[in-house]
């Protein structure tokens, strides 16, 4: 069966093949050393041109989906927008950074050297300041959760990240005493956001202007059906083939990030899920408003991560551990939602 539950056999499945992916790409470090050697030569601008490549892979056919039009509906849905503007952009990455802090410069200072805390806690916090845009149409449907609603919160939720990914990420490395250069990050937004974005944008309106909505959807779209996992997979591979090094060294580091993480994605998920109770939000509406901030937008922070650290460091390595949590950890947050399903209010 190629689906269960209405996630993909691979979406459902995430978590293993990232598992795998971490172990090809360790192995390929230590036993094929000119592969990731190579691949390290390949850049321009500190920017991976292969990396490049695959995060396009990843994101373009995410932006694909997004009607940015629907954002007039905003208003017909102001209760629901306000949570999850409020906690993924005042809340989340304030908390995620604390949260980090703590852990890596606190309880795990012991185990952690500062350096690699300083890294560690600044790959959280790319984490924290992205908001998700992919995965959470697949946790709505799973929590039948409203899609028109679930599209116009992703939707002014990417314009969001537009103008304040970079704010928010340079003041808070700047907290940690993280020295970003601007136009760096300005560059990694430009080339992850603003111009896979804008293609899809284009893209979109053209094949609908020429072939109609209904071919758009049942048709081009899939098409790209495994583009994005693909992409991320193979991203995965390459940067643990420049990670094998720091899991040999510390082979507890995986768990030592995802324990944080964790934490935080329960948080932000009882934070707007609690916040559209006391609201009486009906259901279909809290369960996507709390999963868009559980949820994280680990393209763009794998992306910024290689970008501003490299793709051998403790940042990017947090990103991708982002990735290896998620799937397990939303699908858990999914069953919760639906087992109190009945405790808010029918539309």
């Known amino acids: 069966m190629s689906k269960i539950q209405g996630i993909s056999f691979f979406d459902r499945y995430l978590s293993l093949w990232v598992a795998i992916c971490i172990v090809i790409g360790i192995a390929i470090g230590k036993y094929l050393p000119v592969i990731p050697f190579i691949l390290g030569k390949l850049e321009y601008a500190n920017v991976s041109i292969p990396i490049a490549i695959l995060i396009w892979i990843m994101i373009f056919p995410m932006m694909l989906k997004i009607d940015f039009g629907s954002v007039v509906n905003a208003v017909k849905m102001p209760k629901g927008l306000t949570i999850t503007l409020v906690v993924n952009w005042l809340i989340k990455p304030f908390s995620m950074f604390g949260i980090a802090y703590v852990f890596f410069y606190v309880i795990f200072k012991a185990i952690i050297p500062e350096e690699l805390a300083r890294e560690y806690l600044a790959g959280a916090v790319l984490l924290g300041a992205a908001p998700c845009t992919a995965m959470v149409f697949v946790w709505s449907h799973l929590t039948k959760g409203n899609p028109a609603y679930t599209l116009v919160q992703v939707a002014i939720n990417d314009l969001i990240i537009l103008v304040a990914f970079i704010p928010i990420v340079t003041f808070l490395l700047g907290v940690s005493g993280i020295s970003i250069p601007w136009n760096t990050l300005i560059i990694s937004v430009v080339l992850f956001v603003v111009i896979p974005l804008v293609l899809a944008i284009l893209t979109r309106r053209f094949v609908i202007t020429r072939k109609g909505t209904d071919f758009f959807e049942n048709v081009f779209l899939r098409k790209f059906t495994s583009t994005t996992i693909f992409g991320l997979l193979v991203t995965l591979i390459i940067i643990f083939s420049f990670q094998g090094d720091v899991i040999f060294k510390n082979p507890f580091s995986i768990l030592l990030i995802a324990i944080p993480l964790i934490i935080q ?50 940042a990017t ?19 919760i939602a639906n087992q109190t399903n009945t405790k808010f209010p029918k539309e």
């Open 317 to 335: 390595l947090v990103t991708v551990v982002g990735v290896l949590v998620e799937v397990p950890v939303m699908l858990t947050l999914v069953k």
């Open 265 to 314: 994605t329960f948080l932000i998920f009882f934070i707007a899920y609690g916040w559209a109770y006391k609201w009486k939000l009906p259901h279909n509406i809290a369960a996507p408003a709390a999963m868009i901030g559980a949820s994280n937008f680990f393209e763009l922070s794998v992306a910024v991560a290689i970008v501003l650290f490299g793709l051998n460091s403790g």
